[in-house]
């Protein structure tokens, strides 16, 4: 099922359940998103949540390396979301598992970012990652 996203323009995300599994696909968005959207997600095993940054100085940093000078408003005009909002997302829709995707190389390394934030029920995505899938649970990776 698609879901409307917030990216500035139209985006979509997904809802798809699977053997009993609810996943969900929220890329290129903020966290600014409808209450339709939000209760579509409400209760998702597997949250694939855009997290482009640890923080907004990551994002202005982008900006300063593109030579462009970042907007006043970047707080409610950016359109991704940092790992703080990717955690808070998954605590409002109580989503089982967050796993962290479309990462920007601003963030910390690999390794960082798992010390500093992975937990039961937030995962640290990476590139070629897979999720095993069980019926009703989630992997321990």
Sequence with gaps: MPVALNHGGPASGFVIAY????????????????????????GVDILLADTFSEDLDQVKQLYKDIGEKSPPDLQTSWPHMTIDESMAL???????????IHMSRFMAPHQQLVKKYETDHVK???????????????SKN
């Design 90 to 100: 998954r605590e409002k829709i109580a989503a089982r598992t967050l796993y962290t």
């Design 19 to 42: 053997q009993g599994i609810k996943i969900a696909v929220v890329t290129d968005t903020s966290a600014r998103l409808s209450p339709q959207t939000l209760g579509a997600l409400q």
């Design 124 to 138: 640290i995505g990476w590139d070629g990652l897979v999720i095993p899938l069980l019926s009703g649970a989630t």
